[in-house]
């Protein structure tokens, strides 16, 4: 999937996704894009771009397997690997405080040029929250 970086609630999007697996049903995400939690910036990119292998974060793996019935983690390619492991539903405890665009600059330029633009993404911005009930 390489839209993912463009999905507003990028964890509300992953919870459904994992509930639509099967046990050991496995979803691959690539690139992943920008999140935010509790004001700490993490990025998850791929290997693809040179200029951010460094970017990866490997504590936000550890903030996704945190969720029961699954496991999570890096691909060689940079990007997420997710086996459902149990039949529990997912539940990723963080409120959704909405989303910034990176680098609006650069889009709007390239789509006032007529240009197709790449730089278009969205951060997702996350408050820890460990009393959050899904929504099913």
């Known amino acids: 999937m390489h839209v993912f970086q463009y999905v507003p609630d990028k964890l509300r999007a992953l919870e ?19 999140f935010e939690i509790d004001s700490k910036q993490y990025h998850l990119r791929g290997y693809g771009d040179a200029n951010e292998v460094g970017d990866i974060s490997h504590d936000f793996i ?51 040029r007529g240009k197709p633009s790449n730089k278009f993404e969205l951060r997702s911005h996350y408050r820890y929250n460990p009393n959050r009930k899904p929504k099913w």
């Open 16 to 34: 459904n996704m994992i509930n639509a697996l099967n046990v050991k049903g496995t979803l691959l995400l690539r690139p992943v894009g920008d």
């Open 62 to 112: 550890d903030i996704l397997n945190s969720c029961p019935g699954i496991n999570v983690r890096l691909t060689q390619e940079g990007g997420l690997m997710i086996v459902k492991t149990q039949n529990v539903p997912a539940n990723f405890p963080f409120d959704y405080l909405g989303n910034s665009m990176l680098d609006p600059n650069g889009t709007f330029s390239d789509i006032i």
